[in-house]
């Protein structure tokens, strides 16, 4: 007899409460295996592709791409015994038998991250009456199919009554443009589309960005890695009191020291970049002035001082910025720091962080410059009391042995939480970063 199981949006980070489904990588009666993918999900740390733990066919998805999910709550249900037979249904009988009795079982933990108990049951034979729900896990509601591979990665917005109204009426919904809030299509749509004066369809990053061509206006729904990113930065903002101070350095022997690593056998093939620099500047300067790695725990009422540099790197991706660590970064040579900086940024860009390669940070370095700013007053990320700022690198007239020349000159800004970081200690920390990128060779001095 066919098994039926709920699979819940599992909770892939701690205290994540809810996920927005992206898209779904199966359809109904489609077979899945152990662990294969069947969803990726945004929370509020990072997109997440989902391991289904058991083996069988796909019946029903019952969210679609667009829609906010609370964790534990089933998205999927899928027949962990296609191949077994339902007992027929009596022909004569004028009541339906009782049905089977819901059997419950824990889901067994994902690859890579736990799960919460999912309730299962079987379904009733046919003729029977349909089971009682079970409190942990409502039943399931009926959807429609989940449409085909998306065209171009777009996938249409419509609840369920809508793509079954298309898929009779013979309408493409990549065709259409919705007129409702967020680009979602509705009956309309799809009725004017059948009839041939549906409105021209726009390109899907304007469908999805909610624009409303009668006010020139669009709207994007607060939710993700942005609503994520700005609830910590305004508790940020409003726990701990920044300060800033500010730098400008020459920086030539740094730069003339890069060129020649980039020509050394050791580093070939390696990317190097003022980055990397400041990473390794940071790390040695923390073992001076531990107070910048140190972090204020507000509950227990202590200082908490690290014994070890957990690196944040602030990375903007189409998803907004994220925040990923580079674990231990203090105990690597330059070369190892190098390497897992261009692994981490690389995939940051490609939206592939992992939820827990965002955790624990002890410190953390935002890079302005690529983008050409000089500098800037960055907001420390909860749970680390400094966060370093690098400005662009500028061909500047500066003063050398009494002569103006032309030289590298970067601008940095250090913002630290005053009630852990004294002045003191934050323009020790400032100047020793300053120092070791002015001339790298001031690190065989620490």
Not at 70 to 83: K, Y
């Amino acid at each position: 007899m066919p098994e039926y199981k709920h699979f819940p949006l599992a909770d892939t980070a701690e205290g994540l409460t809810e996920a927005d489904i992206i898209a779904w990588q199966v359809k109904p009666g489609d077979t899945v295996t152990v662990n294969q993918i069947v969803v990726e999900v945004e929370t509020a740390k990072a997109a997440v592709e989902l391991p289904i733990p058991w083996a069988g066919v796909v019946t029903e998805l019952l969210v679609e791409p667009g829609q906010t999910v609370e964790v534990g709550a089933p998205i999927l249900t899928i027949d962990v015994d296609p191949g077994g037979k339902a007992a027929p249904a009596p022909t004569t009988a004028t009541t339906a038998p009782a049905a089977e009795e819901p059997a419950e079982e824990e889901m067994k933990p994902l690859v890579g991250y736990g799960s919460k108990a999912v309730v299962t049951q079987r379904r009733a034979r046919k003729g029977a009456a349909a089971p009682a729900p079970v409190a942990a896990a409502p039943a399931p509601v009926a959807v429609a199919p989940a449409p085909a591979k998306p065209k171009g990665g777009y996938v249409p917005l419509a609840k369920p009554p809508v793509r079954k109204l298309a898929k009779d009426l013979g309408v493409d919904l990549h065709a259409l443009t919705g007129t409702a809030d967020g680009g979602v299509i509705t009956r309309d749509d799809v009725h004017a589309a059948a009839n041939g004066s549906a409105a021209p369809a726009v390109s899907p990053s304007t469908v999805d960005s909610g624009y409303d061509p009668a006010t020139r206006e669009r709207r994007v729904p607060i939710k993700g890695v942005r609503k994520a990113t700005a609830a910590a930065m305004v508790q940020s903002a409003y726990t701990a009191p920044h300060v800033t101070e500010f730098l400008t350095i020459d920086v030539t022997p740094m730069m003339e020291f890069r060129e020649k690593l980039k020509k050394s056998r050791e580093f070939a093939g390696v990317k190097v970049t003022p980055l990397t620099f400041a990473a390794k500047a940071v790390c040695l300067a923390a073992k001076r002035t531990p107070d910048v790695n140190a972090v204020w725990d507000e509950a227990a009422q202590e200082i908490v001082y690290k014994d070890y540099v957990h690196l944040g790197i602030a990375a903007a991706t189409p998803r907004g910025l994220v925040v990923p660590k580079v674990r231990d970064a203090d105990a690597m040579s330059l070369k190892e720091l190098a390497i897992a900086l261009t692994e981490l940024t690389d995939v940051a860009r490609e939206g592939k962080t992992t939820p827990a390669a965002m955790l624990g940070g002890t410190i953390t370095i935002t890079n302005v410059g690529v983008f050409g700013v000089d500098t800037g007053t960055p907001i420390i990320n909860p749970g680390e009391s400094a966060i370093l700022c690098l400005g662009a690198i500028k061909d500047t007239p500066w003063v050398v042995d009494g002569e103006i020349k032309v030289r590298k000159v970067l601008q940095l800004s250090l913002s630290f939480d005053h009630r852990v970081v004294d002045g003191q200690q934050g323009s020790e920390f400032l100047a020793d970063v300053g120092a070791l990128l002015a001339d790298p060779a001031v690190a065989i001095t620490y």
